[in-house]
């Protein structure tokens, strides 16, 4: 990296408005790669008070899926990447939607073929198909072999009179270099014979990305464009398009790859899935946010959680990597477990109690949710787990648990002291002193010293009788929480179980 590159930039940036852009292609559901770019744009643009917009890149029609657009959307909504111009709020650019400005597309391309800098191509698919074979016999990289760049004005009329709808190319030149700069990356120089006469508008009247992309972000205003490392082979035809056209190119910043932890291509073997999935499986977006802006940007050598106000202060293109950045799925476990800790109760439990209301498909008593939240909130790493440790609160009747799993290993050839356990227990608990948690541990914890068991043994019982699991938040705050009659007739119904499934008595 050229210091030169990146701090004439950064200084500059604070005098001019920043503007970036989210620019998807509508052809799939989003996933989080995506979404680090689109928080990488919005990060900068919010550091230095700019302007961040949404642009739908929908040229490619055969790609084109008509969930994609909400999809792409629903993403950067649910993480809080909120644009400021985009084609559902318009703007001063609008509109923000590619195949709606097909006309722009086409007086642009048509500038170009009046200034000599790009031709009409009438080369049918079969041709080019047998020149693409003839250069694999020959072994030759695969490109255009210029057919009609040469064409005379009376080989033009002839094609045009067969009816054959042409596309536009660029005429890339034949010699000479171009130079591409990238902000993190620095200057990179291209020689021109090695690069093609690539297609600018197809012949269905649709631009391609080359075209489309460079004549929104000049017309856009856009000042940094942020975009994967898979564009960097083709910068060197962008910056030629932008010089053809006599307009200064935006920052470039492409950012570096985001890979698996064995470093193979991510995929959803490494745990990595579309976007929306995460807020399925009961991620929080600030956790998602902060995981996702260290995946190729740092503050420090050390710190990892970094909330949203911090990240908009901090955020700049000097910190951001270009090797590759390494996704470890149970990292964002973590973090989010992190930030699941730090919220408040009250909206920890907004958010949690969906996912059990989804679960029992009904609404839950949310005063009861209320007590419940900070017996849990140390305990789950994903909203989702809420279910597992707080579905038998809800449960009315009786919990589906098996005699082996309450009897666990200590009493699993016992079922008779298994039995007289949780009858002394049962009515130490009766008698108790008043239902709270502390009372109900001094009432039933001697016990385990009179039965001669360990207290995790003799409570690993209860927890099963009450709870129908083995896992759960503490033991007698639960008993508190879950009450008197609800926790008294669990430990009876499990008595009956047990001397009925074992003949105890
Ligand atoms: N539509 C392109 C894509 O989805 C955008 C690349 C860019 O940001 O310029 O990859």
């Known amino acids: 990296m050229s210091s030169e590159t990146v701090l004439p930039a950064c200084f500059i940036l604070y005098e001019m408005t920043v503007r970036t852009r989210y620019a998807p292609s509508p052809t799939g559901e989003p996933h989080l790669g995506n979404m680090r770019t689109a928080l990488f744009s919005w990060l900068l643009a919010r550091h230095y008070g700019g302007r961040f917009f949404l642009r739908i890149e929908d040229t490619d029609q055969a790609r084109y899926i008509e ?164 564009w960097l082979p083709s910068a060197p035809r962008h910056f030629l398009v932008y010089q053809a056209f006599d307009w200064e190119p935006p920052a470039f910043a492409h950012l570096s790859r985001i890979l698996g932890p064995d470093r193979s291509k991510l995929s959803k073997r490494h ?60 990292k964002l476990v973590w973090m989010n477990g992190v930030y699941i800790r730090e919220m408040p109760d009250q909206r920890l439990a907004d958010e949690a109690a969906p996912f059990l209301e989804r679960h029992l498909a009904r609404p839950i008593d949310r005063e009861l949710f209320m007590r419940i939240i900070p017996l849990v909130k140390e305990r789950i790493k994903l909203l989702s787990e809420i279910v597992d440790m707080a579905d038998f609160f809800f449960t009315n009747g009786d919990l589906k648990y098996d005699v082996e799993t309450l009897l666990g290993k200590r009493y699993a050839s016992d079922p008779a002291a298994a039995l007289k356990a949780l009858e002394a227990a049962t009515e130490r608990l009766e008698a108790a002193d008043g239902w709270e948690h502390g009372r109900l541990e001094a009432a039933v914890r001697p016990l385990a010293e009179e039965f001669g068991v360990k207290t995790g043994e003799l409570f690993g019982v209860l927890r099963v009788a009450v709870t129908g699991k083995t896992a759960t938040p503490p033991l007698f705050e639960t008993m508190e929480v879950l009450g008197h009659k609800r926790t008294l007739e669990r430990l009876r119904s499990a008595i009956k179980r047990l001397r009925g499934e074992t003949g105890a008595k």
């Not at 006309?103 to 198909?129: F, T």
């Not at 990289?141 to 040469?150: A, E, L, V």
Request: glycine share 6%; hydrophobic share 35%.
């Open 67 to 230: 969930s994609g657009i909400e999809a792409q959307m629903e993403a950067l909504r649910w993480l809080g990447l909120t644009w400021d111009e985009g084609p559902d709020v318009g703007g001063p650019y609008a509109p923000y939607t590619q195949s709606k400005r097909l006309k722009i597309y086409r007086e642009h391309a048509d500038r170009l073929v009046a200034e000599d800098h790009a031709y009409l191509c009438y080369c049918s698919p079969e041709r080019l198909d047998g020149v693409r074979k003839a250069q694999q016999v020959r072994k030759e990289p695969p490109r255009y072999d210029r057919h009609c760049r040469g064409l005379s004005p009376e080989e033009r009329r002839a094609v045009e009179a067969e009816g054959t709808s042409p596309v536009v190319r660029f005429k890339t030149p034949l010699d000479g270099e171009t130079v591409t700069h990238d902000v993190l990356r620095g200057s990179v120089t291209f020689q021109n014979e090695t690069l093609d006469d690539f297609v600018l508008l197809k012949s269905d009247g649709y631009p391609t990305y080359h075209l489309a992309a460079q004549v929104d972000d000049h017309l856009m205003e856009t000042t940094h464009v942020l975009r994967g490392e898979e």
């Open 271 to 330: 745990g990595a899935h579309a976007a929306l999935e995460y807020r399925e499986q009961g991620y929080l977006p600030d956790a998602v946010v902060n995981f996702l802006a260290l995946l190729g940007w740092s503050l420090d050598d050390h710190t990892e959680i970094i909330d949203r106000d911090m990240l908009i202060r901090h955020f700049d293109l000097d910190r951001v990597l270009t090797n590759p950045a390494v996704f470890n799925a149970e």
